[in-house]
T-cell receptor, first 114, second 114 residues
């Protein structure tokens, strides 16, 4: 089973709303990631969690707040977003966060900020 | 962060033909290499890892040349279902051995024509 599950699949939110994206995996992976993908662009790394600790924050604005409650779950809390934050948000996991570990992606949450 | 370069295409190829994609990466410290496939409005899916010795999976062959920092993907006997964007992906480009994330090339768009 190489499944990473993301909810919701689609989200429309206003600029004053607070919402959360959720990601879950049961593969025993100890690394989880958030990526952002704009149309016709490749995914861009936002955050890396390794053993439930935030290891990499790619200078992401504070209106995006990640959280890793346990080794299977990864959340992304959203607050005061801008229309340019509209994108596909992809969660991924891998066995570990280094080396040749292959990463598996969830189906993504398509976010529209209005 | 270092770059991964790909020809964006599109490559228009008749069904049954052989097609090859290339990719170069700029960080010589990169450790792991992958090809992902992404269909329109879907998540990236791992196609294959790329090893120095080269590796083959059915109709797909991947090669890595560390000296030239060059990765290739060959698709033989192409099928209509091979139409997708092929993403060259490198790990180990963010840090020198600590927790890391994937760096994606912009992708090569492949269209297999009947």
């Amino acid at each position: 089973d190489t499944e990473v599950t993301q909810t919701p699949k689609h989200l429309v939110m206003g600029m004053t709303n607070k919402k959360s994206l959720k990601c879950e995996q049961h593969m025993g992976h100890r690394a989880m990631y958030w990526y952002k993908q704009k149309a016709k662009k490749p995914p861009e790394l936002m955050f890396v969690y390794s053993y439930e600790k935030l290891s990499i924050n790619e200078s992401v604005p504070s209106r995006f707040s990640p959280e890793c409650p346990n080794s299977s779950l990864l959340n992304l809390h959203l607050h005061a977003l801008q229309p340019e934050d509209s994108a596909l948000y992809l969660c991924a996991s891998s066995r570990v966060a280094t080396g040749a570990a292959e990463a598996f992606f969830g189906q993504g949450t398509r976010l529209t900020v209005v | 962060r270092k770059e991964v370069e790909q020809d964006p295409g599109p490559f228009n190829v008749p069904e049954g033909a052989t097609v090859a994609f290339n990719c170069t990466y700029s960080n010589s410290a990169s450790q792991s290499f992958f090809w992902y496939r992404q269909d329109c409005r879907k998540e990236p899916k791992l196609l294959m890892s790329v090893y120095s010795s080269g590796n083959e999976d059915g109709r797909f062959t991947a090669q890595l040349n560390r000296a030239s920092q060059y990765i290739s993907l060959l698709i033989r006997d192409s099928k209509l279902s091979d139409s997708a964007t092929y993403l060259c992906v490198v790990n180990g480009a963010y840090s020198g051995g600590g927790a890391d994330g994937l760096t994606f090339g912009k992708g090569t768009h492949l269209i297999i024509q009947p």
